[in-house]
């Protein structure tokens, strides 16, 4: 009679040509899971724990095996047990992590049953009183395992990688390491690798040269490292994004002796300074448009944008101070902005109470303009005549800065028509310059700021920076008649 318990239940029956007596050797092995031709687990090892029930019902144990590290699929067995002859089952206890996926016995005609589930090993122990006819147990062990997957994705703008195939290496802290390779498509492609330890590290990395000159020099490589197995499916992501360069370069700007320092911004990031007649660094940046754009300055305009090859140039706008270039996968796109220094030009107008209208009305004004040069001169312009209400024409533009850098200053002195007398200067203001300028400012130009106090109105003379654009100075007399 049987009592069917959880598990599988097994009947075994030994049929011997006389009643069986007597004695015979017993030994428990322990062998590491064969992975690959020549591959054993090497993370088998430890101490495993085994009983034994004989024929006679007796039981044997605890019995330990001691495997080490990387055993190689050496086999590790118990000292010889003396049991009686007949059936022998064997158990082996659970050992967290790890999976019994094999029993056999030596030799091998002694074999009678396996039950991996139950973790049991039924053998033949015939009766012998010689010890080198021991029946040797054998369990082979794997660690449990997971799966690793490795997927390829591709970035923004990657386009041109489609179809390319990239190498990997899958190096486990078990010792085994594996080479899987993926062809790149539109979409994340991916590969069962392998099976390793739970628990194990496997550290992934991309075969691929990113140094000057080798293929991968223009792509970007992202998630790589090591992944911890947990139970399941373990996916790694390995991204690639085709790369481009960009350089940004600022032409030499006419008129300046010393080239001053441009800020740019790409896409809205941080600030780049670019000095004039020069180009940054080629920048990495990923495939596709990119805008390019100058902060505004308050002495310069932008004449000019190019890009080189000339057919990367998307779009500009010189008002806006941008370009949008587009980068190739593994090209070098340059764009170039070349500016001029801003202009102003200058005019004077005249302007009375009304109750002076009677004495300066009719009156002429004439006025003398001094536009520095930077070196110790200027330039003379003499404006009007002009009457009370009415305003000179404009001067020539001139570059708002001396080649030096430093900002241009002007002088205006009212000059009356003859038979213009008996009158004050009450005030002298402006619009569109860059403010008034001193002998005490250490920038200015000693030739042109010479006022002091500035403005002069007893001189009828003020000196000022001159700013872009249209500088109005305006000039507001009061006659001195009763």
Do not use: W
């Amino acid at each position: 009679m049987y009592t069917i318990a959880a598990g599988s239940t097994v009947a075994l029956f030994d049929d011997e040509p006389a009643p069986l007596s007597g004695t015979g050797t017993l030994q428990i092995c322990k062998q590491a899971a064969q992975l690959a031709p020549g591959v054993y687990d090497p993370d088998v090892q430890g101490t495993f724990s085994f009983t034994a029930t004989d024929s006679n019902g007796a039981s044997y144990g605890p019995l330990q095996v001691n495997v080490p590290a990387n055993s190689n699929g050496q086999i590790f067995c118990t000292a010889g047990i003396t049991v009686a002859a007949g059936v022998v089952e064997v158990t082996e206890a659970a050992s967290p992590g790890f999976t019994l996926v094999d029993a056999y016995a030596i030799p091998g005609d002694r074999f009678l049953n396996s039950n991996l589930i139950n973790r049991t090993l039924d053998v033949e122990v015939p009766s012998s009183t010689n010890p080198n006819d021991e029946t040797e147990a054998v369990f082979v062990n794997q660690t449990q395992r997971a799966q690793l997957k490795i997927c390829k994705a591709l970035g923004a703008g990657s386009a041109d990688l489609v179809n390319q195939v990239f190498y990997f290496t899958a190096a486990g802290s078990n010792g085994v390491t594996l080479y899987p390779s993926i062809k790149a498509q539109a979409s994340t492609q991916c590969v069962i690798v392998g099976n390793f330890p739970i628990g194990s590290t496997v550290n992934v990395t991309e075969n691929l040269d990113h140094s000057p000159g080798a293929p991968g020099e223009f792509i970007d490589t992202t998630g790589e490292g090591p992944v911890t197995l947990t139970p399941g499916i373990n996916t790694v992501t390995i991204t690639n994004t085709a790369r481009g360069l960009l350089e940004i370069c600022k032409a030499a700007v006419a008129g300046l002796n010393t080239q001053p320092t441009f800020q740019f911004r790409v896409d809205n990031g941080g600030v780049i300074n670019v000095r004039g007649n020069t180009c940054t660094q080629p920048m990495r940046v990923s495939v596709g448009n990119h805008t390019v754009t100058e902060v505004s300055s308050t002495n310069f305009d932008v004449s000019s944008i190019t890009a080189t090859p000339s057919g990367n140039l998307v779009s500009s706008s010189l008002t806006g101070r941008t370009a949008t270039v587009s980068v190739q996968y593994a090209q070098d796109t340059s764009v170039t902005f070349t500016n001029t220094i801003k202009t102003g030009q200058i005019k004077v107008c005249k302007q009375i109470p009304s109750t002076s209208l009677d004495s300066l009305g009719g009156k002429y004004f004439d006025y003398d303009v001094y536009v520095g040069n930077g070196t110790g001169g200027y330039t003379l312009i003499t404006l009007g005549p002009i009457k009370p209400g009415e305003c000179t024409s404009f001067t020539p533009p001139f570059p708002v800065l001396y080649a030096n850098g430093k900002n241009r200053a002007f002088g205006v002195v009212e000059r009356p028509d003859s038979g213009v007398v008996n009158y004050t200067v009450t005030s002298i203001t402006a619009t569109g310059t860059r403010g008034l300028c001193s002998p005490g400012d250490p920038n200015s130009d000693p030739v042109i700021c010479n006022q002091n106090p500035n403005p002069n109105l007893a001189l009828g003379a003020v000196d000022y920076y001159l700013g872009p654009n249209n500088n109005i100075v305006t000039y507001t007399n009061k006659s001195n008649d009763p």
